[in-house]
């Protein structure tokens, strides 16, 4: 038999697959190239004539050098950006060779059954009731967007409104309340219609917490309207978790749907150390995670939860006569925003499987560990302040000016970590942390070891002395 036309092609992705992760250990984790550069590098005439996939793939390898962060290992600390487990990573390669369309039960049976028991396992680990309904998505952003849905269905279902037939215009207005929110959160409320001047934004205490009287004043407020409360699971500069236990059942006296986003908070379920974090979010209405973050899954891959299946299903299924459905079956259509899409399921059920509950317990206090090593080493040397110690995976640092009389500190937060940055042995990023600029330290990926912040302490320590 001959060889399929595949075979070279995918033999030679593998070996720089390989050698690509083989370098992570070793190469610096920091881009080495410039826009103009790349620009050079992959501007090609759009070709008139075919290529031979292997030289594609190669001269694509060859194009893209310098350009690829070393974000798949265990020295990038920089945003919530996790790595690939193996398992993962190899069922995502044969995702996309198996190349089903895991839109529906009929197109991709496999894919299917493996989102449905993959769902359930997730259901478990994070600790959500049973009866929740899911959808594998994009991302996060995703997960907001298709649990918001569901959450604008109920809520003016309540009304006598049909949102999915008459859309929102002349519905009663939704108020959005939030504690501590991601951006991704305003993105979906604009997306599904709300639109951001709805979303109010509540005062934080000292432990970046809402406090329930600030919840309840704004709940009297917006009285009588359809009421979203989203809450936070893992800011992501300080990883604080709301006290869902107070706020869930405050909301629910007001008629609110309460989502929350733990696109890599939600995580702390899975460690015995952490859960506690996460009292009472059992309560909510609908939650939103993501696999590529801190389970280790490759992009793009996050989870929506909602506790009832009704208006989840309402917000997203869609029939047409030319689709075939199962009865029996999940038919992702059903569930997901998208209509054609990757087979999301089978990474995750990888991912699972390799870890079991023990390994991603294990891996979850891990990174917690060498978050707070990270942030205790660098915090120890002269000049730096600590501003936030990690309660999860999350820290915050800024470096204050040695010059005498120095008052703001920002800009030398900022020049350190580009000197950071231009060292390459640890990959950190500022944020604006209460009108400071800071340096944020996240930790979740799998492959992060001891010597890896003993490596990125060191750099912070050179950096600092240059
Ligand atoms: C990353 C993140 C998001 C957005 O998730 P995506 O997977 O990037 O869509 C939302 N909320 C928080 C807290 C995050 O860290």
């Avoid at 190669?58 to 790595?83: C, H, K, P």
């Avoid at 604006?432 to 800071?438: D, F, L, N, Q, V």
Wanted: some cysteine.
């Amino acid at each position: 038999m001959n060889e399929l036309p595949h075979h070279a092609t995918l033999l030679a992705a593998c070996r720089h697959a390989i050698q690509y992760l083989e370098g992570l250990a070793v190469k610096p984790v920091s881009s080495a190239s410039t826009l103009q550069g790349l620009r050079r590098q992959l501007r090609k005439e759009l070709p008139d004539v075919p290529m031979d996939p292997e030289e594609v793939i190669t001269e694509l390898v060859a194009d893209v050098e310098g350009g690829i962060l070393g974000s798949a290992g265990g020295r990038f600390f920089a945003w919530a950006i996790g790595g690939s487990l193996p398992a993962a990573l190899a069922a995502d390669w044969l995702t996309s060779a198996w190349d089903q369309n895991a839109a529906l039960y009929a197109c991709g049976p496999a894919a299917a059954v493996v989102e449905e028991v993959a769902g359930a396992w997730l259901k478990r680990i994070l600790g959500l009731p049973e009866d929740s309904s899911f959808a594998f998505v994009s991302g996060c952003q995703m997960a907001h967007v298709t649990c918001l849905a569901a959450a604008r269905w109920e809520l003016l279902n309540h009304c006598g409104w049909d949102v999915e037939q008459h859309g929102l215009g002349g519905a009663p207005p939704i108020c959005v309340i939030a504690s501590n929110r991601h951006g991704s959160v305003e993105r979906a409320v604009r997306l599904i219609g709300i639109g951001a001047i709805h979303i109010t934004d509540l005062p934080l205490d000292e432990t970046e917490r809402v406090r329930s009287e600030t919840l309840e004043d704004r709940l009297e407020t917006c009285h009588g309207s359809p009421i979203v409360v989203v809450l936070q699971a893992g800011d992501l500069n300080t990883g604080a978790f709301d006290r869902y236990a107070e706020l869930i059942p405050l909301a629910h006296r007001f008629g609110a749907w309460v989502h929350i986003d733990g696109a890599f908070g939600l995580w702390a379920a899975a460690s015995t150390h952490y859960r506690q974090l996460l009292e009472g979010y059992e309560q909510a209405d609908s939650w939103a995670t993501d696999g590529h973050k801190w389970l280790n899954v490759p992009y793009d891959c996050g989870y929506a939860f909602v506790a009832r299946p009704t208006p989840h299903r309402a917000a997203m299924s869609h029939r047409a006569p030319y689709l075939i459905h199962d009865g029996d079956a999940r038919d992702q259509i059903d569930w997901n925003p998208e209509w054609s899409r990757r087979g999301r399921g089978f990474a995750t059920y990888a991912a699972l499987r390799q870890l079991g509950r023990q390994g991603l317990e294990l891996m979850v206090d891990r990174c917690c560990q060498h978050a707070r090593d990270l942030v205790a080493g660098i915090g120890g040397m002269p000049g730096v302040e600590v501003l936030w110690k990690p309660i999860l995976n999350q820290g915050l640092v800024r470096f204050r000016d040695p010059n005498p009389g120095a008052t703001v500190h920002d800009r030398y937060t900022d020049a350190v970590i580009q000197r950071l940055l231009a060292d390459g042995r640890g990959f950190f990023m500022g944020t604006t942390w209460h009108g400071m600029r800071a340096m944020r330290i996240s930790v979740l990926n799998w492959q992060t070891t001891a010597a890896d912040i003993t490596t990125a302490i060191d750099a912070v320590a050179q950096c600092l002395a240059a």
